[in-house]
């Protein structure tokens, strides 16, 4: 029911009505170039990820200027010189007209391709295993992924929203859901020695650069807060 005290023409979402309409499909185009990003970016990461400073590494083979490995400024996204020229004009096109989402922001990016992996290897990991995981171990690694996965979303949505001091509550609890993730990760046990390893070894890597990225991030956010006396501890 509309309410007939409420005054249509005082324009309140002339700003919000003016942004481009995007239809359904434009939108699974969009999602399509996300899930090209997340896959670009791994398979870079995977390319790189034993060097020193690999993260870094990827970052610039990304694209992407070491502020973008921040949420708490603007970003502006920079493609690969080794995508085509064809394919550059398309993305730089589609870049242009889309509408301000988080889908390619680069924490985004990289937490979403990091906990692909951490999932998919962890499907791997059991699809191999038998009867070697207790369902509750098995339950709680899956959680334990979930949780720290939820709060970075949730951190960054909040850093959309400039609320730099709820950001860095999210990022403690995906900090504390990344421990038991690699306490769990020390509990599991196997007939193959060199599988198990191998497994832990590589979800290691990983976990350790998520810590990584997230404790930069909490690091900018607690300077952001250091200039908003309200924010501050």
Excluded at 131 to 141: G, Q, R, T, V
Aim: contains cysteine; aromatic residues 12%; charged residues 25%.
């Amino acid at each position: 029911m509309s309410d007939p005290n409420f005054d249509h023409s005082e324009g309140d979402w002339e700003e919000f009505s003016s942004e481009p309409y995007w239809s359904e499909f434009q939108w699974r185009n969009y999602l399509k170039g996300s899930d090209r990003d997340t896959a670009r970016f791994l398979s870079i990461y995977n390319s790189v990820k034993d060097k020193p400073n690999h993260l870094d590494e990827v970052a610039s083979l990304m694209g992407w200027d070491a502020e973008d490995i921040s949420m708490t400024d603007d970003f502006s996204f920079m493609e690969s010189t080794e995508t085509d020229d064809a394919a550059q004009g398309d993305l730089n096109e589609e870049n242009e007209s889309a509408p301000y989402t988080l889908h390619r922001h680069p924490v985004f990016v990289v937490t979403r391709s990091l906990y692909r992996y951490l999932h998919q290897s962890w499907e791997h990991f059991m699809l191999h295993s038998e009867y070697a995981i207790s369902p509750k171990l098995s339950w709680d690694y899956a959680k334990s992924l979930h949780q720290a996965e939820m709060n970075v979303l949730l951190s960054i949505q909040a850093l959309d929203l400039g609320d730099f001091g709820l950001s860095i509550c999210h990022l403690k609890n995906s900090l504390s859901a990344l421990n038991q993730t690699l306490d769990i990760l020390n509990q599991l046990t196997h007939s193959n020695a060199a599988f198990l390893d191998g497994f832990r070894n590589e979800a290691r890597i990983r976990i350790f650069d998520l810590r990584e990225l997230w404790i930069r991030v909490m690091g900018d956010c607690r300077h952001e807060c250091q200039r908003r006396p309200g924010e501050q501890d």
